[in-house]
Each structure stands twice: as C-alpha cells, then as structure tokens.
Nanobody
Framework: VQLQASGGGSVKAGGFLRLSCAAS????????MGWFRQAPGKEREFVAA????????SYADSVKGRFTISRDNAKNTVYLRMNSLKFEDMAVYYC????????????????????WGQGTHVTVSS
C-alpha cells in the first residue's frame, strides 16, 4: 500500500489542523493505520492508531483529549484532527499502515508498521 499524507501547515498555538492520509489499493480496510511524528533532533514517536474498522483507537498521553484519529474506508483515507495545538506538537507527521486480520489490534511501536507516508510538516507559532 502507498500512503500520501497532507494537511500540514502553519498554525498559531491553540489552533487546529486536520491531517489526511490517502492510501492506494482496494484493501484499505485490511490495514491498521497509525500516525507518528518527529520533531527536529528527536526520535519518531507514536501519536495515534486506529483499528481496521475505526471502532478502536489509541493515543499517546501527550495528545489524548486534543487529537482525534478517524478513518473512512470508502475513501481509503485516515484523518488526524488536532485541536488546541501546542508548540511541542510541532513536527513532521507521518502516517503508517500494517496489515491486520481484524479485532482491535492497533500497535504503537514504529517497528510494527510496514508502510509509511512521506510526512507532512506542522508548524505551531505564537
């Protein structure tokens, strides 16, 4: 599967953005989708994940209550709605995918994902 992330940009602290990640292929619902981010000089870290159906999600503690991951399997797209953005949210955001066979599987480790998008930049300013 090929992934194309978009929606990044520059926003003031407290603002919001919605990232999108479009996937190629006809088996999008067979994949768990995740979002990760990488700030300059830091390791890539887990942000959120969603299972194949969209019925189960998980979040990093740092974004819980502010970010929402969702998916539209008919459009082969996963979204990340980011509210109340903080300076520490500034990073390159990557979407990722891994094949699943159902259930609530939604890993949070980079090594669990097989496919990655190219990243989209999020800048938070005062």
């Amino acid at each position: 599967v090929q992934l194309q992330a978009s929606g990044g940009g520059s926003v003031k602290a407290g603002g919001f953005l919605r990232l999108s990640c479009a996937a190629s292929g006809r088996t999008f619902s067979s994949y768990v989708m995740g979002w990760f981010r990488q700030a300059p000089g830091k390791e890539r870290e887990f942000v959120a994940a969603i299972n194949w159906s969209g019925g189960s999600t998980s979040y990093a503690d740092s974004v819980k209550g502010r970010f929402t991951i969702s998916r539209d399997n008919a459009k082969n797209t996963v979204y990340l709605r980011m509210n109340s953005l903080k300076f520490e949210d500034m990073a390159v955001y990557y979407c990722a995918a891994v094949r699943t066979y159902g259930g609530t599987y939604k890993p949070s480790r980079r090594s669990d994902y097989d496919y990655w998008g190219q990243g989209t930049h999020v800048t938070v300013s005062s």
